[in-house]
């Protein structure tokens, strides 16, 4: 036992199974200090709101490198939306990739989906909101091959999209890219 | 709603007279229009695509950015064909439409015209090499320095991985960098493993990793 | 799922692994703060604490199937954030924890004067210099206010032994703080 140490009736006190009332008079003055050394542990609540979208994010970025032959089966299924549609014939069009899209706008009344598979148009393929959670997603099949795109918020916002590489745009944005 | 685009896009040179105005029509102004169609026809002349100009000609429209503004990114885009198509000349490629739009991506992301030149003189089909582009051009854009960048996508080449396991690499640097190291590091990392597979064949359990189970108790 | 009641972790773990990806977004929006401070406590830094809570989703997400009792996701969740807080330390030992714990501390300055944000930032830096299960007994029970039976429970461990660890604890965090006084 050092001289660090503290007494074993002190370390009751710390746990809570004795009062400083309890302690021998002796021991008091170990118990205040044992006592101002647990007032000082830091009790303030930490919140972290940026974490449901970080983690998202991440998880679309994964989605990319999923490799469904080397899950377990029941994940294979829920990773089962990205589909290989081999072309019959080596002069056939791209193969077909599905892909979900998935955006987590809390506030966002309306969000679309516009890019080089269709024509940039900010109305033509609209995500969904999934329950009050804030999460919109859509799904589409494209072509293998590589596409830049946004997502369309309320109509106005263009946003990159946060799980995937961007490059400039050329008009001082940046667009994402997928690599199929 | 799901909405399933029926008509894939294709990159292909567009060659009939009409066609790119067909395409720009109601979407563009007369003036960007008239520009794509120029830079257009010309660029097909000499074996470039066409639809990376018609691309960024909607996209400026379709984002409300003023006319000169989308001019200029169209003839950037132009500009960036010709660069493409020289490095892959250099390297011993002909002509390939869809290797040059993947080399024109790669430079937009941040690697030259001699890295593309580097990756065509590894001798892969141009099939493969236009992956090869795909894939070095999202490499850059997670981050990964052009040396080390080249040395993966090159020695992938080389070892005459699949277009599937190529199009796997950015997810692999993306892994690895949440373990917290560099893109660099990662791409050094997965250059060096691809090599040493390419010498011995997969190690043992290779593809078999998963992520470590919770703690015991008492760790 | 029963109608109109809220969905139970089981409910949303299911939908999950059918293929409803994005219902995982109400999992972590549920317990994403359930457990901030023990991370913020363990790692010393708040930065350094979101960072494995993230982690700890995804991996949790990663395993998902794994998870044999859905409707206590989140003892399993918090099995899988303490093992990446326990890799953390070792990872980041050699780094200077004073950096670390001054993110603590410069938080505290708003809410009890200099001297409390004083004595915060010693016990927090000694506490980083504790064994990391020493360091989580005591957050477990005089941060989070958890009992001896409740943190034995969670870790699945005996009081007994919690006591011992903790009462090694106190010894080091009384040597640390007099060494750095």
Same mark, same amino acid.
């Given at each position: 036992?050092?001289?660090?140490?503290?007494?074993?009736?002190?370390?009751?006190?710390?746990?809570?199974?004795?009062?400083?009332?309890?302690?021998?008079?002796?021991?008091?003055?170990?118990?205040?200090?044992?006592?101002?050394?647990?007032?000082?542990?830091?009790?303030?609540?930490?919140?972290?709101?940026?974490?449901?979208?970080?983690?998202?994010?991440?998880?679309?970025?994964?989605?990319?490198?999923?490799?469904?032959?080397?899950? @377990?089966?029941? =994940?294979?299924? +829920?990773? /089962?939306?990205?589909? #290989?549609?081999?072309?019959?014939? !080596?002069? $056939?069009?791209?193969?077909?990739?599905?892909?979900?899209?998935?955006?987590?706008?809390?506030?966002?009344?309306?969000?679309?989906?516009?890019?080089?598979?269709?024509?940039?148009?900010?109305? @033509?393929?609209? =995500?969904?909101? +999934?329950? /009050?959670?804030?999460? #919109?997603?859509?799904?589409?099949? !494209?072509? $293998?091959?590589?596409?830049?795109?946004?997502?369309?918020?309320?109509?106005?916002?263009?946003?990159?999209?946060?799980?995937?590489?961007?490059?400039?745009?050329?008009?001082?944005?940046?667009?994402?890219?997928?690599?199929? | 709603?799901?909405?399933?685009?029926?008509?894939?896009?294709?990159?292909?040179?567009?060659?009939?007279?009409?066609?790119?105005?067909?395409?720009?029509?109601?979407?563009?102004?007369?003036?960007?229009?008239?520009?794509?169609?120029?830079?257009?026809?010309?660029?097909?002349?000499?074996?470039?695509?066409?639809?990376?100009?018609?691309?960024?000609?909607?996209?400026?429209?379709?984002?409300?950015?003023?006319?000169?503004?989308?001019?200029?990114?169209?003839?950037?885009?132009?500009?960036?064909?010709?660069?493409?198509?020289?490095?892959?000349?250099?390297?011993?490629?002909?002509?390939?439409?869809?290797?040059?739009?993947?080399?024109?991506?790669?430079?937009?992301?941040?690697?030259?015209?001699?890295?593309?030149?580097?990756?065509?003189?590894?001798?892969?089909?141009?099939?493969?090499?236009?992956?090869?582009?795909?894939?070095?051009?999202?490499?850059?854009?997670?981050?990964?320095?052009?040396?080390?960048?080249?040395?993966?996508?090159?020695?992938?080449?080389?070892?005459?991985?699949?277009?599937?396991?190529?199009?796997?690499?950015?997810?692999?640097?993306?892994?690895?960098?949440?373990?917290?190291?560099?893109?660099?590091?990662?791409?050094?990392?997965?250059?060096?493993?691809?090599?040493?597979?390419?010498?011995?064949?997969?190690?043992?359990?290779?593809?078999?990793?998963?992520?470590?189970?919770?703690?015991?108790?008492?760790? | 799922?029963?109608?109109?009641?809220?969905?139970?972790?089981?409910?949303?773990?299911?939908?999950?692994?059918?293929?409803?990806?994005?219902?995982?977004?109400?999992?972590?929006?549920?317990?994403?703060?359930?457990?901030?401070?023990?991370?913020?406590?363990?790692?010393?830094?708040?930065?350094?604490?979101?960072?494995?809570?993230?982690?700890?989703?995804?991996?949790?997400?990663?395993?998902?199937?794994?998870?044999?009792?859905?409707?206590?996701?989140?003892?399993?969740?918090?099995?899988?954030?303490?093992?990446?807080?326990?890799?953390?330390?070792?990872?980041?030992?050699?780094?200077?924890?004073?950096?670390?714990?001054?993110?603590?501390?410069?938080?505290?300055?708003?809410?009890?004067?200099?001297?409390?944000?004083?004595?915060?930032?010693?016990?927090?830096?000694?506490?980083?210099?504790?064994?990391?299960?020493?360091?989580?007994?005591?957050?477990?029970?005089?941060?989070?206010?958890?009992?001896?039976?409740?943190?034995?429970?969670?870790?699945?461990?005996?009081?007994?032994?919690?006591?011992?660890?903790?009462?090694?604890?106190?010894?080091?965090?009384?040597?640390?703080?007099?060494?750095?006084?």
């Amino acid at each position: 036992m050092s001289d660090h140490d503290f007494h074993p009736l002190v370390k009751q006190l710390l746990d809570g199974d004795l009062t400083l009332a309890e302690l021998p008079a002796e021991l008091r003055a170990e118990g205040e200090e044992a006592l101002r050394l647990l007032a000082a542990a830091d009790r303030t609540p930490v919140s972290m709101p940026a974490v449901t979208w970080r983690v998202m994010a991440a998880l679309e970025r994964r989605r990319r490198r999923i490799r469904p032959w080397l899950l @377990a089966p029941a =994940l294979a299924i +829920a990773a /089962a939306f990205i589909l #290989w549609i081999w072309p019959a014939r !080596l002069t $056939a069009p791209p193969p077909l990739v599905t892909v979900r899209f998935v955006l987590v706008a809390p506030d966002a009344k309306a969000v679309s989906l516009a890019g080089t598979f269709n024509q940039w148009d900010a109305h @033509a393929t609209p =995500l969904v909101r +999934a329950g /009050a959670t804030g999460v #919109w997603t859509a799904t589409l099949s !494209l072509p $293998a091959g590589q596409h830049q795109y946004a997502f369309v918020v309320d109509g106005q916002r263009w946003v990159p999209d946060p799980g995937a590489p961007a490059v400039d745009d050329g008009f001082g944005r940046r667009n994402s890219v997928l690599t199929l | 709603m799901l909405t399933l685009l029926a008509v894939p896009l294709t990159l292909l040179t567009i060659q009939q007279p009409g066609a790119i105005a067909q395409r720009l029509a109601g979407r563009v102004s007369p003036n960007v229009a008239a520009l794509v169609e120029q830079l257009g026809t010309a660029g097909s002349a000499r074996g470039l695509p066409v639809d990376p100009l018609i691309q960024k000609a909607i996209e400026g429209s379709a984002k409300g950015i003023p006319d000169d503004r989308v001019a200029a990114a169209v003839r950037r885009v132009a500009t960036l064909l010709d660069t493409a198509a020289a490095a892959l000349r250099e390297g011993g490629l002909a002509s390939d439409t869809l290797a040059i739009t993947a080399g024109a991506f790669a430079i937009t992301a941040g690697l030259s015209a001699n890295d593309i030149t580097a990756l065509a003189r590894v001798g892969a089909r141009p099939q493969a090499l236009t992956v090869g582009l795909r894939v070095a051009g999202t490499l850059a854009a997670l981050g990964v320095p052009p040396a080390e960048n080249i040395a993966l996508v090159s020695v992938s080449l080389r070892s005459g991985k699949s277009a599937a396991d190529l199009l796997l690499l950015p997810a692999d640097v993306e892994s690895e960098v949440a373990k917290g190291l560099t893109p660099a590091a990662a791409a050094a990392g997965l250059s060096r493993a691809a090599a040493a597979q390419a010498r011995h064949g997969p190690p043992p359990g290779h593809g078999q990793e998963r992520p470590h189970p919770p703690a015991p108790p008492h760790p | 799922m029963r109608p109109g009641a809220e969905p139970t972790d089981g409910d949303i773990v299911r939908a999950v692994l059918a293929g409803e990806r994005e219902r995982y977004a109400q999992l972590v929006e549920r317990y994403r703060d359930r457990y901030a401070r023990y991370a913020a406590r363990m790692l010393g830094s708040a930065d350094a604490a979101e960072d494995a809570v993230q982690d700890a989703f995804v991996r949790a997400f990663d395993q998902l199937a794994q998870c044999k009792e859905p409707d206590n996701f989140v003892g399993w969740f918090f099995l899988i954030l303490r093992n990446r807080c326990f890799a953390e330390r070792r990872r980041s030992r050699a780094t200077a924890p004073l950096e670390a714990a001054d993110s603590v501390a410069a938080a505290d300055r708003t809410d009890g004067g200099a001297e409390t944000a004083e004595r915060r930032r010693a016990l927090q830096l000694a506490l980083l210099e504790l064994t990391p299960d020493q360091r989580e007994v005591f957050v477990l029970k005089h941060v989070e206010g958890l009992s001896y039976g409740q943190i034995a429970e969670r870790l699945s461990t005996s009081v007994a032994s919690l006591k011992m660890r903790m009462h090694r604890a106190y010894d080091r965090l009384r040597e640390q703080l007099r060494e750095h006084a």
